[in-house]
């Protein structure tokens, strides 16, 4: 096993460069998990746009879920230099940092960097995260990248560092996404944002990219957006193309050139309904690696292979750490903003996830789904995620915002799903040890001011956050509550309950749903979209936004509800949501649709006639 001798000798040669004309930043730029002195930028150039079918990174004896690059440019027959700088002017003339790096065809020409002010350097891979501290907190600054002894640049970018651990810092915006299927639709709701010039920085909770082939989920050859490579991804070219194609969506391109990026990974980075052995078609055995090469064709890949190649490609492609040397598979990690709240993210699908719903076991799962010994995220990382929020509570952070991939809130849905089985056993209904255990560590240290953010369902659902079981809850003013979810719809993913829902049957199920679930005060299962977090040390208030249209490009969107919870209060505010919501429905309240749209390129508003939302609507963007 290992690298076969006669290549790394050819490796070895490096007489071999590219002209710089030859050269292409084929996605922008991008940056992510800034900190109060440093952040990650990211690029991409390249001789060509297709991705690199070189699996020398998650083969031989490349390390478990690899993140090294350096090494491999070192042995590539042509690698590319590319010069960087950072500036605190638009213009690129107050210039604070630069620097050199490369990358080579066995990392997809991908390039990622660590800033900061203090460090000029020749920062050939992020694995290292050459990084020290400078950059001045809760700063913009402007980026940009050039071919190395060329005028060859990429478009610049602009992200902002976070405020110092002990500053206070009066208000802080962010956009919150999850669940973006290409052959769904356009990506419009990731530029709405940017071109309003209206967050600080951005949250995927994770589904930024779909595994399935054209027609396995969704159809886009209509808009011309069929997924690359049209199979089931399973190698690492498979992944690095399609994320390439995800990032080449154009509202996709601005979000990222806009705004620092704090990513997490759902499944389907990897696959569907992934958990710690497998996932919904594929397992570690025998007969699910031989099914696999029979439905799907080409190479035989066993799961830890196809979770490895997915890890890598989602790692060099996405503007994010490293966080932990001696553990590549962590993608768990905090960010104290000043002392208005803490960030922290989990991943409760990749890392040490039991079994979860595979869809011909979903009994079973409900029948198990109180034992103590199950756990959305394993025992290293919940003791982690306990003492996170023991420890935000002490420094005297205001605020704990906590991003989940799944729905922390019981779901009733038994009017769609049937008795038997009302819950996502998918979701954290299907671990509910993991779940209490969370609840009671809130509720006996007294740990207030909680927000959850939450994505996957593709349906938007707000919740006073209670632990239904074992403490008394009222919810006409939300005595008892311990927090708020705010859940997001999907930014082009499909809604559950039909495709081409109709606004009145979407607003039925809104209506029975937040009927049967008594801290549920507010959902909507019509608009695909997202939300706005205003935080601060006051309130923390959610925008949500519906886009009205998947199937064309357009810069309109729609404001569905706005929420509040003050400070303390750890509930809703009342009346939730003013009383009045544009779509879905209150638990008490009114829904009135307006259909006022805002353009938010030009910021004029209109009213579009969006009663035939659905994958099939399109109207003219240009109102």
């Known amino acids: 096993m290992g690298i076969a001798i006669h290549k790394v000798v050819r490796r070895s040669d490096l007489t071999t460069r590219f002209d710089p004309g030859q050269l292409n930043f084929t996605h922008g730029v991008a940056s ?68 050199t790096a490369y990358t080579s065809s066995d990392i997809d020409y991908t390039v990622k960097v660590g ?40 478009p610049i970018g602009s992200t902002k560092t976070t405020p110092n651990e002990g500053d206070e810092t009066a208000e802080i915006s962010l956009a919150v996404y999850s669940c973006s299927n290409l052959n769904f639709g356009f990506f419009n709701a990731f530029g709405n944002p940017a071109r309003k010039k209206s967050v600080d920085y951005v949250i995927h909770l994770g589904d930024f990219i779909y595994e399935y082939a054209e027609g396995a989920y969704g159809w886009g050859w209509s808009i011309g957006r069929i997924p690359q490579p049209n199979a089931e991804l399973r190698t690492l070219y498979d992944y690095r193309r399609r994320h390439a194609q995800y990032r080449a969506d154009l509202d996709s391109i601005e979000s990222f050139g806009a705004y620092a990026w704090i990513p997490v990974w759902d499944d389907h980075e990897v696959a569907d309904n992934t958990y710690r052995d497998g996932m919904a078609d594929q397992n570690n055995t025998e007969n699910s690696f031989v099914q696999y090469d ?59 996830r039991s079994i979860t719903d595979l869809y011909w076991n979903t009994d079973y799962i409900h029948e198990i789904s109180n034992d103590a010994g199950r756990s ?25 915002i906590i991003g989940s991939q799944t729905v922390f809130s019981r779901q009733n849905e038994s009017l769609v799903y049937g008795d038997t089985d009302p819950l996502d056993y998918d979701a954290w209904d299907g671990y509910q040890g993991n779940r209490n255990r969370t609840f009671k560590h809130l509720y006996d240290n007294n740990i207030t001011n909680n927000i959850v953010l939450s994505g996957d369902s593709h349906m938007s659902w707000v919740s006073d956050l209670v632990w ?11 005595a008892g509550s311990i ?45 695909r979209g997202y939300y706005e977090l205003s935080v601060s040390y006051a309130a923390v208030k959610a925008k949500y936004y519906g886009v009205p249209s998947l199937v064309q490009r357009t810069p309109l969107e729609v404001s569905l509800a706005n929420f509040t919870v003050q400070a303390n ?55």
């Open 294 to 352: 029979i439905e799907f064709g080409g190479e035989r890949v066993s799961f830890d292979q196809r979770k490895m190649n997915a890890v890598r490609a989602y790692f060099e492609w996405m503007p994010i750490r490293q966080v932990e040397m001696d553990d590549n598979l962590r993608i768990w990690r905090t960010f104290s903003i000043g002392t208005l709240f803490d960030l922290i993210m989990l991943d409760t699908r990749q890392y040490d």
């Open 32 to 99: 992510g998990d800034p900190y109060h002195d440093s952040v990650i930028l990211w690029t991409r150039c390249s001789p060509v746009f297709d991705d690199d079918k070189s699996n020398i990174t998650v083969s031989g004896t490349a390390p478990l879920y690899n993140h090294e690059t350096e090494q491999y440019v070192k042995i590539s027959t042509a690698p590319v230099c590319v010069n960087y700088n950072v500036a605190t002017d638009k213009a690129m003339t107050k210039v604070v940092s630069k620097g």
């Open 483 to 527: 927090g708020v979810e705010f859940a997001g719809s999907a930014v082009s993913s499909p809604c559950p309950y039909g495709q081409n829902i109709s606004v009145a049957n979407a607003n039925n199920y809104s209506s029975w749903l937040v009927s049967a679930n008594p801290e549920l005060q507010w959902q909507d299962v019509y608009y």
């Open 468 to 478: 239904l079981d074992d403490e008394s809850y009222d919810p006409a003013t939300g």
């Open 115 to 154: 800033i900061s002010q203090s460090v000029v350097s020749r920062a050939a891979s992020n694995n290292e995260q050459v990084e020290a501290t400078g950059l001045a907190a809760f700063t913009q600054y402007y980026y940009q990248f050039s071919v190395c002894n060329s005028n060859n640049t990429s």
């Open 569 to 623: 209060a750890n509930h809703l505010q009342r009346p939730v949501g003013g009383g009045v919501v544009e779509s879905g429905a209150l638990k008490t309240g009114m829904t009135i649709s307006t259909n006022l749209t805002n353009n938010t390129l030009t910021g004029k508003y209109s009213t579009q006639n969006v009663a035939m939302f659905g994958y099939g609507q399109s109207f003219n963007a240009s109102g």
């Open 376 to 400: 959305l995220m394993g025992s290293r990382q919940e003791n982690w995620f306990y003492n996170q929020l023991t420890s935000s509570q002490k420094r005297g952070a205001q605020w704990r």
